[in-house]
């Protein structure tokens, strides 16, 4: 059985930072593409970033270039998501995501994603 579970979410400041982990179970790491989401209240769900099976390969929504960073350690199975510069409109909450497709390609809708996490809240205050 396959499982994704965030984890790190909290309240900080604006400027501040947070980082979110997600770890990743039933599945081979190594072989699976994987994914940061969010949605705020209102809002549809957004792409964050992707990571291909390596970790080399990284892709970014516009939104968060430049602030927030993803990496893997495939050997703990797990996904991370530093966030910087935090602001409020990155309030949401945040989903890990996995695809058994070895590159992000088409990641940004979430269609080809087919293991969620449950999510984690991330609360900036101004």
């Known amino acids: 059985q396959v499982q994704v579970v965030e984890s790190g979410g909290g309240l900080v400041q604006a400027g501040g930072s947070l980082r979110l982990s997600c770890t990743v179970s039933?599945?081979?790491?190594?072989?699976?593409?994987m994914g940061w989401f969010r949605q705020a209240p209102g809002k549809e769900r957004e792409g964050v970033s992707c990571?291909?099976?390596?970790?080399?390969?990284?892709d970014y929504a516009d939104s968060v270039k430049g602030r927030f960073t993803t990496s893997r350690d495939n050997t703990k199975k797990t996904l991370y998501l530093q966030m910087n510069s935090l602001k409020p409109e990155d309030t949401a909450i945040y989903y890990c995501?996995?695809?058994?497709?070895?590159?992000?390609?088409?990641?940004?809708?979430?269609?080809?994603?087919?293991?969620w996490g449950q999510g984690t809240q991330v609360t900036v205050s101004s």
């Open positions: 995501a996995a695809k058994i497709y070895l590159l992000c390609g088409s990641w940004v809708g979430g269609a080809d994603f087919g293991y």
């Open positions: 039933g599945l081979r790491s190594g072989d699976v593409a």
């Open positions: 990571i291909d099976y390596t970790g080399r390969n990284a």
